[in-house]
């Protein structure tokens, strides 16, 4: 183990200390305040040990672990996009990738390489995994906007319409939730 | 499917939000405000990404991330136990013990149990996998108080002994990244 390797992976593990300090737009329960999206990642991973079952086949639950653990690192340098911004969300692609280059290329080369073909398949959300994975993400939204009486859905004026097409992952990745999804939906918009 | 099962889930998905709310006593690098145990675990289990060469042996990664992302659930009702308080230490395993119950308790039985054992494994440090989880968890508070100049250490009184001995589970778990250890602690300590 070369002091080079080791002092790389600290580099890493000190910079994303700072995804603790990204806000999301949605709330913790009870609303105090906004989650950040290193505990947000936390959630949607033990979501993933729990939920396989619910998943569009079976499912590698390490590569999904990784695969959320490190899905959101790229907001360190491009924030959190909120997903009902369409003119945020017109350059967040771009955004997002310079900021994979930086963040990722702090890592020995190996698992630099490792990590962005990790975000690569959140990102591309075509593996069994990536999609679950997704469902989850939208899935974390709505349990916390649920429990929040609608939560920043209604804070924002976002339409039922818009949160139907924004959970729709959630169709293709862990199929057998849809019907709590609109069961929540109806719920939260009557 | 029953909807039992997934009401039970989802029961617990929403309880452990709470864990957002349990604040540690290192702070987050920078020093704004102090970490909180959800945001911890999830950095622990990037690191476990990462680290595994570090290891003492060879480690199942999956089972190393689900008990890290599931460590500290029972501060939810026990709070985080600080380290160097001796008196909060005397009942602590009665306390989390009981939250242990609870907590988990509120899954389905497969999971509930499932859990419980990863927890146990964790507490108990006699695997690899746990043995190299507990010298993360021990080696994230090093990193955060090491890029702190000190941080909670130096706040709160904390000797150069009492933090060697705290570190001790590095040199069980992780014996390759010991020299880092005294290193930072040499520099924090002089």
Redesign the interface.
Known sequence: ?SNER?TR??A???E??????VERRTS??GG?RL??S??H???L???A???G??ANGDVD??RV??ML??HDLVEIDAGDTFAFDAGANVDKMERETRAAERIFGI?PDD?STR?RALWDEFEEAQTVEARFANALDRL?GL??NH?NGGGTWVQHGVTRAQVLERMEPIRTGAP??WP?VLEVVDGVFG
């Not at 994303?16 to 300090?21: S, V």
């Open positions: 183990m080791l992976q600290l890493f593990i000190a994303i200390d700072a995804l603790k300090k913790v329960i105090a989650e950040n290193a505990e990642s936390w959630h991973a033990v979501m040990m729990l939920l079952d619910h639950l390490e672990l990784c653990l490190v890592l698992q990590l974390q349990v916390q429990h057998r939730l709590h």
